[in-house]
């Protein structure tokens, strides 16, 4: 069965500073990584998705996200945060192959502080 | 532009009452889901439906009733409410079943058991 980490519960960056957000993954096959946002009171958001090729994908809102088959991670990154980022963040697993749903990751939470 | 739209946004309700939750999408997708989102558990899949008159479950489907009679509705059911139910639920839609599509979200129900 596939499923995912995020091993930080919590994370707080201050406005201006790089971010990178921790998604490790387990999958028999060729995974497919998706990473949503949770702005408060809001739903689930898509910010990017692997599928195959290029393993640097971009997002929305200037996030990109690395593919490491060897270390099995997906994690996600942006240069510099924004006071508008802070949310929260689920990486989610889905199948290359069947009719696999998406399995989701516990989530961090990311705080900005001035 | 309405996506996934979910009814009621907030519910109290006492142990043992039942109600539905609604949710309608205007994407003409075939998939939907719900899931609940508890603190720190990521979110969970409860049913999905692969289409009109097509339903199964996920991971945690007791306590819960689906139905779809129309491309556009999936209703939650609960009919007898229990404290472990007090969650955040969520529905969402998209076009292919398998985890290589984007999902979209609704904004969630807020549901509290007392």
């Known amino acids: 069965a596939q499923s995912v980490t995020q091993p930080d519960i919590h994370i707080t960056v201050s406005e201006g500073a790089s971010l990178e957000l921790r998604c490790n993954y387990s999958?028999?096959?060729?995974?497919?990584l998706f990473w949503y946002v949770q702005s408060p009171g809001q739903g689930l958001q898509l910010l990017l998705k692997?599928?195959?090729?290029?393993?640097l994908v971009q997002g929305i809102k200037g996030f990109e996200a690395e593919f490491k088959r060897s270390q099995s991670s997906f994690n996600l990154r942006k240069p510099s945060v924004h006071w508008s980022d802070a949310a929260e963040y689920f990486c989610a697993v889905g199948a290359a192959l069947g009719n696999e749903k998406l399995t989701f990751g516990t989530g961090t939470r990311l705080t900005i502080i001035p | 532009n309405a996506g996934v739209t979910q009814t009621p946004k907030f519910r109290i309700l006492k142990i043992g009452q039942s109600m539905t939750l609604q949710c309608t999408q205007d994407?003409?997708?075939?998939?939907m889901y719900w899931y609940r989102q508890d603190p720190g558990m990521g979110l969970k899949l409860i049913y999905y439906?692969?289409?009109?008159?097509?339903?199964d479950k996920g991971e945690v489907p007791n306590g819960y009733n689906v139905s779809r009679s129309t491309t556009e509705d999936f209703p939650l059911r609960l009919e007898l409410a229990a404290p472990s139910q007090t969650s955040v639920y969520f529905c969402?839609?998209?076009?292919?079943?398998?985890?290589?599509?984007?999902?979209?979200f609704g904004q969630g129900t807020r549901l509290t058991v007392v």
């Open positions: 692997y599928f195959s090729g290029d393993t």
């Open positions: 969402a839609s998209s076009y292919g079943l398998t985890g290589d599509t984007e999902a979209f």
């Open positions: 999958y028999g096959a060729t995974p497919y």
């Open positions: 439906s692969v289409g009109a008159g097509i339903t």
């Open positions: 994407m003409n997708h075939n998939y």
